[in-house]
């Protein structure tokens, strides 16, 4: 099985902060990783699918990189509604995973 | 609208039985791939098993594989996950999750449905 590592596992950012959130694959995924955010209560909402693309709706402050094992999310100027947990998933194999999550959480 | 809407969620004892149900509604689910998705209470998110379209094709996670089984009925729009000899370590968060068809990213979730687990 593939294992997603995301880090930080927790950051604590400032609106208006540029915030950058690593995630690492066991083994090379091509560009199969997807981001979601979850916020409490919800359910995940998907913001980056193929590593790269913005999901119809997300805003474009949102942005994806990365290919093989190490990927990125990037928020470019956080805005209070971005509080929240943010997962990778790999969909390189069928047996999908996630990773363990980042919670940004208001300074 | 486009949605998903899972019931079935309940309190049952260990070894007990229990079958969601996720319907869908605003698009015609056979022209999707599908999945269930579960969360802890306090945890993150695990994938638990996947359909094809048509439902020749189906994948589980480990930890539920013989215990658990995915099913559709495309006729009447609605996914479902049969689950049996039920562990304290199933309770958690069901979700049902439709794939956007692009690198297999969940484009559409339901509000999930609460499956306890306790004697």
């Known amino acids: 099985d593939i294992q997603m590592t995301q880090f930080p596992s927790s950051l604590s950012p400032s609106v208006g902060d540029r915030v950058t959130i690593t995630c690492r694959a066991s083994?090379?995924?091509?560009?199969?990783l997807n981001w979601y955010q979850q916020k409490p209560g919800k359910a995940p909402k998907i913001l980056i699918y193929?590593?790269?693309s913005l999901h119809s709706g997300v805003p474009s402050r949102f942005s994806g990189s990365g290919s093989g094992t190490e990927f990125t999310l990037t928020i470019s100027s956080l805005q209070p509604e971005d509080f929240a947990t943010y997962y990778c998933q790999q969909s390189y194999i069928s047996k999908y995973t996630f990773g363990q999550g980042t919670k940004l959480e208001i300074k | 609208e486009v949605a998903l809407v899972e019931s079935g969620g309940d309190l049952v004892q260990p070894g007990g039985s229990l079958r969601l149900s996720c319907a869908a509604s605003g698009f015609i689910l056979s022209t999707y791939e599908m999945n269930w998705v579960r969360q802890a209470p306090g945890k993150g998110l695990e994938w638990v098993s996947y359909?094809?379209?048509?439902?020749?094709?189906?994948h589980y996670e480990d930890s539920v594989k013989g215990r658990f089984t995915i099913s559709r009925d495309n006729a009447k729009n609605s996914l479902h996950l049969q689950m049996n000899s039920l562990r304290g370590e199933d309770t958690a968060v069901y979700y049902c999750a439709r794939d956007l068809g692009k690198s297999s990213a969940f484009d559409i979730w339901g509000q999930g449905t609460m499956v306890t687990v306790s004697s």
């Open positions: 359909i094809s379209k048509s439902g020749d094709n189906i």
């Open positions: 193929a590593a790269s």
């Open positions: 083994q090379s995924i091509s560009t199969y």
